[in-house]
């Protein structure tokens, strides 16, 4: 059973960093696509940023030059970079992955709250 496992969340104050990791239980490659959700309070769930397996990546306009998605093939494992943390970044944030036409898989959440 393929397992996506967040970690890395936390307090932070206004203007901090924290990087967020998602470990997979299978080789990452093997992907078609990764991504960071997130979700706050009373809000639909929207995509922070996503990597393909050939490596391009995408991101949320409201994250563009604070954000930086990336993978490691050989600890298979995703990160998310977060700078500059803004309290409208307060979250739930969710690790994504699809494989083959129909596969979707989902991590279990890790809480990002941005406050001083």
């Known amino acids: 059973q393929v397992q996506l496992v967040e970690s890395g969340g936390g307090l932070v104050q206004p203007g901090g960093s924290l990087r967020l990791s998602c470990a997979a239980s299978i080789a990452i490659f093997g992907f078609n696509d990764m991504a960071w959700y997130r979700q706050a309070t009373g809000k639909e769930r929207e995509l922070v940023a996503g990597?393909?397996?050939?490596?391009?990546?995408n991101y949320a306009d409201s994250v563009k030059g604070r954000f930086t998605i990336s993978r490691e093939f050989g600890t298979d494992t995703m990160y998310l970079q977060m700078n500059s943390l803004k309290p409208e970044d307060t979250a739930v944030y969710y690790c994504?992955?699809?494989?083959?036409?129909?596969?979707?898989?989902w991590g279990q959440g890790t809480q990002v709250t941005v406050s001083s």
């Open positions: 990597i393909t397996r050939a490596g391009t990546t």
């Open positions: 994504y992955g699809s494989r083959g036409l129909q596969s979707r898989y």
